[in-house]
């Protein structure tokens, strides 16, 4: 697949839909090793609604799980010939370690997550990810998937 992943790609890779695909487009990615993906955060989302009224804060939950997600698409990616397959299996989110959440993020904001693969395999992947907005780290983690 051709960089940058949108949409059209990413619900191709994932099993997530609206509203809790949360991943914009992936921009960076090698093979086994690390990605970059984009989420453009807006005023609409459903969360903010009540997180919080009159000051909308995206809920730091959602800003790993689209961090995994981020993942995810690289994990995935990295079995061969898996696009091919009819059955991709799969990948679920099973563990986060050294959670840490810098500063808040807001409606406006573009988030740039960052993953690089700290372990490797045919099921289980263990990450290290970080989210930007503005170049200001906002939120880090480790992060495990098991796929199949």
Do not use: C
């Amino acid at each position: 697949m051709d960089l940058p992943l949108k949409y059209e790609d990413i619900i191709r890779i994932l099993p997530h839909r609206y509203p809790f695909l949360l991943v914009d487009k992936i921009i960076e990615m090698e093979l086994g090793k690390r990605v970059v993906g984009i989420k453009n955060v807006t005023a609409n989302e459903p969360f903010f609604q009540g997180h919080f009224p009159g000051n909308p804060i995206m809920p730091g939950v959602l800003i790993i799980e689209a961090m995994a997600q981020v993942g995810g698409v690289l994990a995935r990616l990295s079995i061969p010939n898996v696009m091919e397959r009819e059955e991709m299996g799969e990948i679920v989110f099973v563990s986060m370690d050294k959670v840490k959440f810098r500063k808040p993020v807001v409606p406006g904001d573009q988030i740039r997550f960052e993953a690089e693969a700290l372990r490797t395999g045919s099921r289980i992947w263990k990450m290290a990810g970080k989210a930007f907005v503005d170049g200001d780290l906002v939120a880090e983690a480790n992060l495990v998937a098991v796929i199949g």
